[in-house]
């Protein structure tokens, strides 16, 4: 691991500024993540900017009736809240389906937000990876791809977002709020996670340098039935195949969002509209602009299996 300075700020504010002050500088809360990349030195900042003395952790309910979760409340906070049990029961059961008690207890939201790709050549410093050179190429083009990405990918990259908690906010239109140098702002969980350009390099969240997430907004509650479905190779905790959250009404309506098949959580409008018309017809929406590998291709089939039993659940 490259050796780096360290400093611990007291408030939003300070970190930004620290951020601004130090040049290789990153943020880091519970670093599950980051920690493994610098230890591999796919990441290797010069300066981190320890955050867990900020604030930030809090779950406070919105004048609009919805809730403000701060960055640094962690996953096992997240999940067992009252509130977020009764009123977004998706992103509770997403997060119990993600990881184990051990990770949900440092694993923060705002690191969970962040999350980076599972895939194994961007792990591999061997073999070339545009997320971590850019124009090097995308060894898993030509290579192992059987968890990777089947719609919403390039030539650059066809990596996927392993989150499940991303997966229930998306299905719950989140709201991310970021500070930065240039002031605070909020960003649709839609436009949060992007997904490549034909060219690299690969840019996988819409942050600007220097910007700290501070909090994540969920709207007011919308009722219906909350369901989580993982599909994943063995029942420990593993990252999923093909996972699917939703929110379904009693008169067949809802939304719908995928996790496995995208570089970021996965949802389309007009399949939230043919939820009504069955499996089929959602999957074929989510899926018009697939291009999988012949290794992940079976994701296609899977998914629309899943979306099925899915709808079957809110049947019962």
């Not at 009123?87 to 993600?98: H, K, N, P």
């Not at 436009?191 to 840019?203: G, M, Q, R, S, T």
């Not at 989510?286 to 629309?304: H, I, Q, S, W, Y």
Request: charged share 25%; proline share 7%.
């Amino acid at each position: 691991m490259k050796s780096f300075t360290y400093e611990r700020p007291d408030s939003p504010e300070a970190a930004v500024k620290a951020y601004q002050r130090a040049r290789g500088a990153r943020y880091i809360a519970g670093g599950t993540n980051l920690l493994d990349l610098m230890k591999l030195e796919i990441e290797r900042p010069a300066h981190l900017i320890d955050v867990n003395r900020i604030g930030l952790k809090k779950i406070e309910e919105t004048d609009e009736g919805g809730l403000r979760i701060g960055a640094l409340v962690t996953n096992t906070a997240l999940a067992g809240d009252e509130r977020v049990r009764r009123d977004y029961g998706v992103l509770t059961r997403a997060i119990v389906a993600g990881a184990t008690g051990q990770l949900r207890n440092k694993a923060t939201t705002g690191g969970n937000l962040l999350q980076q790709t599972r895939c194994p050549y961007f792990y591999d410093t061997n073999m070339p990876c545009n997320r971590r050179e850019a124009g090097s190429g995308c060894a898993a083009l030509e290579g192992h791809s059987r968890m990777l990405a089947v719609v919403g990918t390039t030539d650059a990259c066809i990596a996927q977002n392993p989150s499940d908690m991303n997966v229930a906010m998306r299905v719950l239109d989140a709201e991310v709020e970021v500070l930065g140098p240039k002031g605070a702002r909020s960003i649709p969980i839609e436009a949060f996670h992007l997904l490549p350009d034909e060219e690299p390099p690969v840019k996988e969240f819409a942050l600007r340098p220097g910007e700290l997430i501070t909090a994540v907004t969920l709207p007011p509650p919308v009722g219906g039935k909350h369901v989580y479905r993982k599909v994943r190779d063995r029942a420990s905790y593993a990252f999923a195949v093909v996972s699917v959250a939703a929110i379904l009404q009693e008169d067949g309506t809802g939304r719908v969002a995928l996790g496995g098949v995208a570089p970021k959580p996965w949802r389309r409008p007009e399949a939230d509209a043919a939820l009504p018309k069955g499996s089929k017809a959602v999957a074929d929406v989510l899926f018009a602009d697939a291009r999988p590998t012949d290794d992940n291709a079976f994701k296609l089939p899977l998914a629309e299996r899943a979306i099925a039993a899915v709808l079957a659940d809110a049947q019962r």
